[in-house]
């Protein structure tokens, strides 16, 4: 008897402890400095600083720069490839800018300075909607990955909440709880 009970103790334990890593895991943001301790500026390869890196919804980029070289504009793919932003795009001139990413899909930055972004000072981040728990297996045969919306990808402001992983955590410990009991 004591040892069944002791046993049920420690699945349950186990249960917990895997729905708190999965709320975790979507709650916890993260903010990227950009370039790192560079920077924003001239003589970083920004699609190296991006290489190895995963962003998620509710991740915070933030452009440190100094302001009599450099600027943000968060621009269109357009933009971005042809080194062309429009007018009608705000210009963040902090030198200490602060973005959150806030929707799923592709960002593009890049330097209004003239010929900075032609010289690389340019970045482009994919923001995919959460990172994905362990215990949430698709049905068979589901392909459930929307397309990136870009035209999303513009300066957002707000943050967005984890509910449905922590909600799916939840009902995986109850599942748990059940299998081994
Ligand atoms: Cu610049």
């Not at 920077?39 to 970083?44: N, S």
């Not at 793919?77 to 806030?102: F, H, M, W």
């Not at 923001?127 to 215990?135: D, G, K, Y």
């Not at 870009?150 to 410990?173: C, Q």
Request: with cysteine; charged share 15%; hydrophobic share 40%.
């Amino acid at each position: 008897m004591a040892s069944s009970s002791s046993k049920k103790h420690v699945i349950i334990l186990f249960s917990m402890a895997i729905a708190t890593i999965a709320m975790l895991n979507g709650a916890l943001a993260k903010e990227y400095t950009v370039g790192d301790d560079k920077g924003w500026r001239l003589d970083v390869n920004y699609t190296d600083w991006v290489h190895g890196k995963e962003f998620f919804v509710g991740d915070t980029l933030v452009f440190k720069y100094n302001t009599q070289f450099h600027n943000v504009i968060n621009v269109t793919e357009a933009e971005y490839q042809a080194c062309n932003p429009s007018q009608n795009e705000p210009r963040l001139t902090t030198g200490n800018d602060v973005i959150k990413l806030v929707n799923p899909g592709n960002y593009w930055f890049l330097c209004g300075f003239p010929s900075h972004c032609t010289q690389g000072q340019k970045l482009t981040v994919l923001v995919q909607a959460q990172a994905p728990a362990p215990e949430a297996m698709p049905p068979p045969g589901a392909t459930a990955t929307p397309p990136p919306e870009a035209s999303m990808a513009k300066l957002p402001a707000t943050l967005i909440g984890s509910s449905g992983i922590t909600f799916s955590a939840v009902v995986f410990g109850i599942a748990a709880i059940g299998l081994f009991l």
